[in-house]
Each structure stands twice: as structure tokens, then as C-alpha cells.
């Protein structure tokens, strides 16, 4: 009987401890965001280029986060792309890649970019981009309404 009643108080404990932690995370969440703080306030992290990573891998890797975006457009047009050209890539056009889809801090501006829409920045003003924008124009009309297979 007394170690149901311990287990009872732990789980009790437990409870209200999370209870208390969530609220304090919505709590400040909230304070955060009722204040006037841009963008600019809460910096991201700048992209770290893997050292010592052997193509095979970066290749791998890239093809991941081409299909893994978090938006439907950038998950379609990278992907096709990817498996329409990623393999063909030496050593220095992968790199490009990499840093196109990887040092943008939002992927709206590569979309944008790859479409036309805004103007691309001369530092991913590369082959690999014009690749891009040629392979966006999709001038054969390919099927591209879901992601290639692996």
C-alpha cells in the first residue's frame, strides 16, 4: 500500500512539473512575441561547410536535403534536379550546390530566385543556378508532381 502511494505521488509530481515547464515555455514564447523585435534581434546561425566530407557522402547528403526542404516547391524542384544532375557534378559544382541550397537562411528566396521572381545575389550567380533556372523553366513539361523515386 505505501509504495502505491509513492508511485501515485511521483506521477502527481511529474504531472505538475510538466505542467509548469510548458506553461513557462508558452509564457515566454508569448512575451517574445508581443514585443517589437525583428528578425534581425534573433540571428541564425551562419552555414558551416563540412570539412574533410568525401563526395560520395556530400553527394548522399545533398540529395537528402534536396527531397527534405520543408516546402512542397523547393522539395520538387530540388529533387528533380538532384536526380536529374547531382551525380554528373565534379567535386567544385557540388560545392556550389551545397552552398546554394544550404547557406540561404529561407528557401522562399531560392525559389524565387530559380523562377525568376527576384534577382539572384552574385554569390550563388554560378553554372549550377542557371542549371537551376533552366531546369525550373521546365521547357519539355515533365511530370514534376512528385518526387522522384530513390
Known amino acids: 500500500m505505501r509504495l502505491f502511494s509513492l508511485i501515485r505521488a511521483c506521477q502527481s509530481s511529474a504531472r505538475q512539473s510538466t505542467y509548469q515547464s510548458s506553461t513557462r515555455v508558452l509564457f515566454q514564447s508569448h512575451r517574445l512575441s ?12 551562419e552555414y558551416q561547410e563540412r570539412q574533410k566530407e568525401a563526395l560520395e557522402v556530400k553527394k548522399a547528403r545533398l540529395l537528402y536535403q534536396s527531397r527534405k526542404r520543408g516546402m512542397l516547391e523547393n522539395g520538387l524542384l530540388l529533387s528533380t534536379f538532384a536526380a536529374e544532375f547531382l551525380n554528373s557534378f565534379d567535386e567544385k559544382e557540388t560545392t556550389m550546390y551545397d552552398k546554394l541550397i544550404n547557406k540561404p537562411s529561407n528557401d522562399w528566396e531560392i525559389y ?11 554569390e550563388f550567380d554560378n553554372k549550377i543556378m542557371d542549371m537551376l533556372k533552366k531546369h525550373a523553366s521546365n521547357e519539355n513539361l515533365d511530370d514534376r508532381s512528385r518526387q522522384p523515386d530513390l
Open 34 to 45: 508581443s514585443t517589437n523585435n525583428t528578425e534581425d534581434d534573433y540571428p541564425l546561425p
Open 112 to 122: 524565387y530566385w530559380a523562377i525568376g521572381n527576384k534577382p539572384t545575389p552574385e
